[in-house]
Structure formats: structure tokens, C-alpha cells
């Protein structure tokens, strides 16, 4: 970290979320030592990009949906010109938050906190249970975080009790050294065990948010379905056939299915 105050840049990728991104932004600014908010937007049909800049963000924007991590790349892309245009010294930390947090993004501060003084290069946020717009317990059988969490466990060592959560605050050094992001859904789970290979601490944080949570319908199962590929992937791409999985190179995701299907949480 260098000397002085930190700077911290939010980055929110969004889709979709003009309900909700107005809130997040407004609340991310408030948040101590974050000087600029930068919003993807990933090939939104609403009005998200308009909603974002009116709350004070900066927007890039995709004209076509390329998933998570391809939005968080374009918007850090989007930071760096930024930085060179204006000539503002760069960054220290990033700031990764999901679009539907909405106002309970201001309670992000102990992420940055833990990051800012040196305590760890990668902050995650442990969410409470979730419950969705009809009040119901959020989740399914927890396939693709029991995947992800044992996935992480046999690569690094580390059992991570929220392997997927979206909010992440790291140190810009932390950021490059995941680069390229694992593609999607699997950016959390492949971030994580780059800065863990890469010998920095990771540390996990309770904080209290609330976000869109997904029930047990079809577009819900089929959504974690595109989580568990992206996850599997991200996993195999770090090593994990060599670690004894040879099942994944055979037919997919089944091979993970088997290893990491029973007892998964």
C-alpha cells in the first residue's frame, strides 16, 4: 500500500438492476476513502446506465450481456484511462459490490477497512441468510457453494464459508495478480485462489446486507446451473483434474456432481 490515505474505486457490474443501482451507487459513495464509483453496465434492456450516472457513477458500458467478470474488467479497464486522462494517481483498492444491494451498501466499510490498514490483500463479506420477495428461505440444495467451498479447500487448503459472495474488497496489486478474471460466475472462486496461491491473506467478514435473493423456481435452478459450469470450470482451469478429479475431464460437470454433490450445504 503506499504511503498517504488510501484510494478506493467501487466497481459495480450491473444488468438489468434499475430498480436497485441508483441506491447502491448512492450508498457506495458514502463509503470512507471511495473517491469514484464505476458502473458496467453488461447489456442492459432497462434503464440501469441512466439511473447510475444520475446517482454520480461513472458508466462504461457493453452493448451485449458478457457476464460478471468481463463487466468488472471493463469497468477497472474504464478506472485506468480514468487515472491516465486525469493523471490522478492510481488506485490503491478496488471495491467489487453487486448492483442489488441497494442501500445496505453503505455497510460495506468494514470490507475496505480490513484491506486499507494492511490486515488482508482480499476482504470478503460473509452475507446473513437471505430470504426472497415472497419471504421464503433463499437458496437450493447448495450444490454450487458446496462445489465451490470444497473446490477452493483442495487447491488451497483454505475452507471459505462464503466461496461465491460478490463482495470483495482487495488491493489493486490483489486484482492483478487474478487476472484475467475466471470467466462468469466463476470470478469469485478463481480470485480467490490466485490471491491464495499467490501467498496473500484472505480474510472473511460478517456484514450485514441484503440482495436479491433466488428461490427454488425454474429460472432460479437454471441460473445456478450457469453457476455450476462457470464454477467447474474456474476450478479445473486451476489444477483441479490434476488433483485426482479426472471425472470432470470426462463428462463435464458430472465428474465435480460426484466428488462434491454429497453432503454439500
Known amino acids: 500500500m503506499s504511503a498517504g490515505p488510501a484510494r478506493v474505486a467501487c466497481i459495480v457490474p450491473a444488468k438489468d438492476e434499475q430498480d436497485r443501482i441508483a441506491a447502491?451507487?448512492?450508498a457506495a459513495r458514502g463509503l470512507p476513502g471511495v473517491e469514484t464509483v464505476l458502473v458496467c453496465d453488461d447489456g442492459s434492456s432497462d434503464a440501469t446506465a441512466q439511473h447510475a450516472a444520475a446517482a454520480g457513477?461513472?458508466?462504461?458500458?457493453?452493448?451485449r450481456n458478457r457476464g460478471k467478470a468481463a463487466?468488472?474488467?471493463s469497468a477497472v479497464n474504464g478506472l485506468g484511462v480514468l487515472e491516465q486522462r486525469d493523471r490522478r494517481p492510481e488506485a490503491d483498492v478496488l471495491l467489487l459490490l453487486d448492483a442489488d444491494l441497494g442501500e445496505t451498501a453503505s455497510r460495506c466499510a468494514p470490507l475496505v477497512e480490513a484491506v486499507v490498514c494492511g490486515r488482508a490483500a482480499l476482504a470478503i463479506a460473509v452475507l446473513p441468510p437471505q430470504r426472497t420477495a415472497e419471504g421464503q428461505q433463499a437458496g437450493g440444495?447448495?450444490?454450487?457453494?458446496?462445489?465451490?467451498?470444497?473446490?477452493?479447500?483442495?487447491?488451497?487448503?483454505?475452507?471459505?464459508?462464503?466461496?461465491?459472495?460478490?463482495?470483495?474488497?482487495?488491493?489493486?496489486?490483489?486484482?492483478?495478480?487474478?487476472?484475467?478474471?475466471?470467466?462468469g460466475w466463476g470470478m469469485e472462486v478463481g480470485m480467490?485462489?490466485?490471491?491464495?496461491?499467490?501467498?496473500?491473506?484472505?480474510?472473511?467478514?460478517?456484514?450485514?446486507?441484503?440482495?436479491?435473493?433466488?428461490?427454488?423456481?425454474?429460472?432460479?435452478?437454471?441460473?445456478?446451473a450457469s453457476q455450476l459450469k462457470d464454477v467447474t470450470r474456474a476450478l479445473a482451469a486451476r489444477g483441479l483434474v490434476r488433483n485426482q478429479l479426472r471425472d470432470l475431464s470426462a463428462d463435464g460437470v458430472s465428474g465435480l456432481l460426484k466428488r462434491f454433490g454429497r453432503g454439500s450445504r
Open 141 to 183: 440444495m447448495g450444490l454450487v457453494t458446496g462445489t465451490a467451498r470444497r473446490g477452493i479447500e483442495e487447491l488451497t487448503g483454505w475452507s471459505p464459508r462464503a466461496p461465491l459472495s460478490g463482495q470483495r474488497c482487495l488491493t489493486r496489486r490483489a486484482f492483478e495478480l487474478a487476472s484475467p478474471l475466471a470467466p
Open 57 to 63: 457513477a461513472v458508466v462504461v458500458s457493453h452493448e
Open 24 to 26: 447502491t451507487v448512492t
Open 192 to 224: 480467490s485462489v490466485d490471491v491464495l496461491r499467490a501467498g496473500l491473506v484472505v480474510e472473511e467478514i460478517d456484514v450485514d446486507l441484503t440482495h436479491r435473493a433466488t428461490g427454488s423456481d425454474l429460472a432460479s435452478q437454471l441460473h445456478r
Open 71 to 73: 463487466a468488472v474488467e
